[in-house]
C-alpha cells in the first residue's frame, strides 16, 4: 500500500505541472492569438496545427500509442485556441 502511495503522490506532483505548462501554454497562445489580430491573420492555422502534431508524434517514444499523443494534442490545441479567442474578445 506505501508504494501505491508514493507513486500517487508523484502522479500528483506531474499533474500538477502538468497543469502550470498548461497554463504557460495557454497565455502564449492569448498572446499569439493578440498578434494576430493585430496584423489581420486568421486566428486557425490549419498548416500550424499539423505541424504541431506531427512534430510532436515524431517525438513520441511511448508508452503512449502515437493515437494517443495526437488526440490529446489536438485537444490542447483546440481549447489553447478557444481560450486566446475568449481573452482577446473580452
Request: charged residues 40%; aromatic residues 2%.
Amino acid at each position: 500500500m506505501e508504494e501505491i502511495w508514493r507513486l500517487r503522490k508523484r502522479i500528483d506532483a506531474l499533474d500538477d505541472a502538468i497543469l502550470g505548462i498548461l497554463s504557460q501554454r495557454a497565455g502564449l497562445a492569448i498572446r499569439v492569438g493578440r498578434v494576430k489580430r493585430r496584423t489581420g491573420l486568421a486566428a486557425r492555422s490549419s498548416d500550424r496545427e499539423r505541424a504541431i502534431l506531427q512534430r510532436i508524434v515524431r517525438k513520441n517514444e511511448g508508452p503512449l500509442d502515437d493515437a494517443a499523443v495526437r488526440r490529446i494534442f489536438k485537444l490542447i490545441v483546440q481549447v489553447s485556441r478557444r481560450t486566446a479567442i475568449r481573452e482577446i474578445r473580452k
